[in-house]
Nanobody, 127 residues
């Protein structure tokens, strides 16, 4: 599956952005989806994940209550709505797909458990 992310940019602290990640090539609904981010000099960090049909979601503690992951299988797209952005949210954001389910897996937050990755999109949050 090929993944194409969009929606990054520069935003002031407290602002909002919405990412989209469009998938092509395979049956989108057969993949759980995740968002990760990577700041300069840091390891790739889990942000959020969503199950095949959207019934199960997971968030990192650092974004819980501010970010929302969702998907539209009819449009082959997963979204990340980011509100109340903070300077520490500055990073390259990447979407990823995995064939194995995430519900009760205990591995949804591990980058190595995702099979396909999109290119990153940069978010810069100014203070």
């Amino acid at each position: 599956v090929q993944l194409q992310a969009s929606g990054g940019g520069l935003v002031q602290a407290g602002g909002s952005l919405r990412f989209s990640c469009a998938a092509s090539g395979r049956t989108f609904s057969a993949y759980a989806m995740g968002w990760f981010r990577q700041a300069p000099g840091k390891e790739r960090e889990f942000v959020a994940a969503i199950s095949y049909r959207g019934g199960t979601t997971y968030y990192s503690d650092s974004v819980k209550g501010r970010f929302t992951i969702s998907r539209d299988n009819a449009k082959n797209t997963v979204y990340l709505q980011m509100n109340s952005l903070k300077p520490e949210d500055t990073a390259v954001y990447l979407c990823a797909a995995r064939r194995n389910p995430i519900a009760y897996s205990g591995t949804y937050y591990l980058p190595r458990n995702y099979d396909y990755w999109g290119q990153g999109t940069l978010v810069t949050v100014s203070s």
